[in-house]
T-cell receptor
Framework: AQKVTQAQTEISVVEKEDVTLDCVYETRDTTYYLFWYKQPPSGELVFLIRRNSFDEQNEISGRYSWNFQKSTSSFNFTITASQVVDSAVYFCALSLNNAGNMLTFGGGTRLMVKP | GAGVSQSPSNKVTEKGKDVELRCDPISGHTALYWYRQSLGQGLEFLIYFQGNSAPDKSGLPSDRFSAERTGGSVSTLTIQRTQQEDSAVYLC????????????FGPGTRLTVT
């Protein structure tokens, strides 16, 4: 069975600091997908990024960047120059390349960015 | 375009009553999922529909839970004889068939069983 672990339950930073959210996953499958979702106080899960297991290229989107390392089974998320609007719960998730692609979520990391 | 919609946004019910939660997926999305988010269990998969295939019910916690999807679009999640441990936010997600496997979520229904 697959598992996703987000060891950091809560992180507090001051605006403009950089912050990295950790995600470690477990699966025996060789083809899988990794995701990050953001859940702001409004409650709706917002899709941020998907990576395929066969593509280890890191990705940058504005202030967001993702570091995927199969050797350590990690898919970490960095926010550069954090802003108050980044305050949310962030979930890392995994799905397998089967018929359903249902998501297995980590426990989430609550990020609080203080002005 | 319109996202996934869910109704009601909040539902308070008495223990033992039945409830129905509704999900309207993004137009053109053939796959539909229900998840549950609770304090103790985090985010859990419940059930998955794909087109006209039989649903994957492997995540349903008990036989009090059932779901259907009519006409390949709207889905209803039904909980019979609700218990206090059913209190949670029920999230619906949909995705398009094919290589794009990311799921798009609705705002959820917060269910409180008193």
């Amino acid at each position: 069975a697959q598992k996703v672990t987000q060891a950091q339950t809560e992180i507090s930073v001051v605006e403009k600091e950089d912050v990295t959210l950790d995600c470690v996953y477990e699966t025996r499958d060789t083809t899988y997908y990794l995701f990050w979702y953001k859940q702001p106080p409004s409650g709706e899960l917002v899709f941020l990024i998907r990576r395929n297991s066969f593509d280890e290229q890191n990705e940058i989107s504005g202030r967001y960047s993702w570091n995927f390392q199969k050797s350590t089974s990690s898919f970490n998320f960095t926010i550069t120059a954090s802003q108050v609007v980044d305050s949310a719960v962030y979930f890392c998730a995994l799905s397998l390349n089967n018929a359903g692609n249902m998501l297995t979520f980590g426990g989430g990391t609550r990020l609080m960015v203080k002005p | 375009g319109a996202g996934v919609s869910q109704s009601p946004s909040n539902k308070v019910t008495e223990k033992g009553k039945d409830v129905e939660l509704r999900c309207d997926p993004i137009s053109g999305h053939t796959a539909l999922y229900w998840y549950r988010q609770s304090l103790g269990q985090g985010l859990e998969f419940l059930i998955y529909f794909q087109g006209n295939s039989a649903p994957d019910k492997s995540g349903l916690p008990s036989d009090r839970f059932s779901a259907e999807r009519t006409g390949g679009s709207v889905s209803t999640l039904t909980i019979q004889r609700t218990q206090q441990e059913d209190s949670a936010v029920y999230l619906c997600a949909s995705r398009i068939q094919g290589a794009a496997v990311e799921q798009y979520f609705g705002p959820g229904t917060r269910l409180t069983v008193t």
